[in-house]
């Protein structure tokens, strides 16, 4: 049974260890029961369903492979096909406009606007950098020579709906891999290189679930840095001497523990010391955005907030003298909440930052000036909204409608 299956109630047996192991919730064992039972039984439980931030753990703590995070899902799916969402949560939608990215993107500094501009180019390409959503508000990211003679192709509309997915927004998520299907189709896309590691489970694993046809190769930028390290195509010319800690993506544990070690050689062939948090891997909390997934929250920023500064606890509590990312989404999250708390401040580092400064280059680090946009985003467009009783529904990734 796949990752991704629907959720197998004849599997289960209601023993609870899916709840109980995970690492938001860490329920008691008999809590835990009652509360796989009831969303077996349809029932809109009182803790699941309001606080799950679909990382995923679930899945893979299931002795016996039920899959109960799309169980959740599906509750989510029907909760949300019947009452829609809060109206805030539009802001956080990836094609309604504006939402938090294009707050961002409008703002960039000119030199990052210029980049996103040249990599908005449909014209056929059979080789190809897909920046995703949070690269594309993080541009100065791939102001490096990492990536020469690769082209950037991508833009905000070529989302790859991940954040429909873990809402439970199936028909959006469908809509995606259409689009999504006929856009790389008519590029002529062979080979996709993807520095997202969300956007690489989308496309491996998820969208083709919901209709899409993919018949090119999908690398993530990981294995293709390290194997370059490794050739000595890229040469170390300075080793990074840091105690950090990794903040892991949700998508990571779709690909086992191979992939989640991947991070760490690189880290280790930069020399930087690596010390784990608690939960770390498998059992990684999502960075804080998951905060806002469940239907109960619509991305209430309060419930973001207080799941970013668990996260930033979590990782302080390791000693490390900076937190490391692979996803540039999960970067942002943490950068907005050392800012929102700046008790619980850290330094951030995106781990292709790394890599720039150990083969000397120096890297832009605009990492505060990205989380100062997107808290002012935030402030602006959806604080207004809080006490508003109006929701919405899509009926295409076009159409939003408040109601």
């Known amino acids: 049974m796949g990752l991704y299956d629907a959720f197998d109630q004849n599997a289960c047996t209601l023993c609870g260890e899916c709840f109980h192991q995970c690492p938001v919730l860490h329920l008691p064992l008999e809590d835990a029961k009652r509360e796989i039972v009831g969303l077996i039984e349809g029932k809109r439980t009182g803790v699941v369903l309001k606080k799950c931030t679909s990382c995923l753990s679930c899945n893979l703590v299931c002795p016996q492979a039920c899959n109960p995070a799309q169980l959740i899902l599906e509750h989510w799916h029907a909760l949300y096909r019947e009452e829609g969402l809060p109206a805030r949560a539009g802001y956080f939608i990836p094609h309604h406009r504006p939402n938090f990215r294009t707050y961002v993107q409008e703002r960039l500094p000119e030199d990052e606007k210029v980049l996103v501009r040249q990599w908005d180019d449909t014209s056929p390409c059979e080789e190809i950098l897909y920046p995703g959503c949070n690269i594309i508000t993080t541009p100065y990211l791939m102001m490096t020579s990492l990536f020469g003679g690769i082209p950037i192709r991508g833009s905000l509309d070529l989302c790859c709906g991940e954040m429909y997915y873990r809402t439970g927004q199936f028909e959006q998520v469908a809509q995606v891999a259409a689009r999504l299907t006929e856009h790389f189709e008519k590029m002529g896309v062979k ?18 679930r919901f209709g899409a046809r993919f018949t090119f190769e999908i690398e993530h930028v990981l294995p293709w840095i390290l194997r370059r390290l490794e050739s000595g195509e890229l040469e170390i010319r300075k080793k990074i001497d840091l105690t950090v800690t990794i903040q892991d993506s949700c998508h990571a544990k779709a690909f086992g523990d191979a992939y989640i070690n991947l991070p760490r050689r690189l880290l280790h062939m930069l020399g930087a010391k690596v010390v784990e948090q608690e939960q770390c891997g498998n059992r990684v909390q999502c960075c804080g955005i998951g ?25 302080r ?36 930052e790394l890599v720039q400064i150990a083969i000397g280059e120096t890297p832009k680090r605009r990492l ?35 109601k």
Request: aromatic share 10%; proline share 4%.
């Open 317 to 352: 509590a390791t000693g490390a003298q900076a937190v490391v990312t692979y996803c540039s989404g999960c970067m942002q999250q943490l950068a907005v909440g050392r800012l929102m708390l700046p008790f619980l401040w850290m330094e951030i580092y995106h781990i292709l």
């Open 368 to 402: 505060t000036n990205r989380a100062m946009l997107l808290a002012s985003g935030v402030v602006r467009n959806q604080f207004p909204k809080l006490v508003s009783r109006k929701r919405y529904t899509m009926d295409g990734l076009d159409a939003y409608h408040e």
């Open 291 to 315: 905060g806002g997934f469940s239907h109960a929250s619509g991305y209430h920023p309060f419930s973001i907030l207080a799941t970013t500064s668990r996260v930033l606890n979590t990782a």
């Open 191 to 208: 080979r996709m290189l993807i520095p997202c590691t969300a956007g690489r489970n989308l496309f491996t694993n998820i969208l083709p």
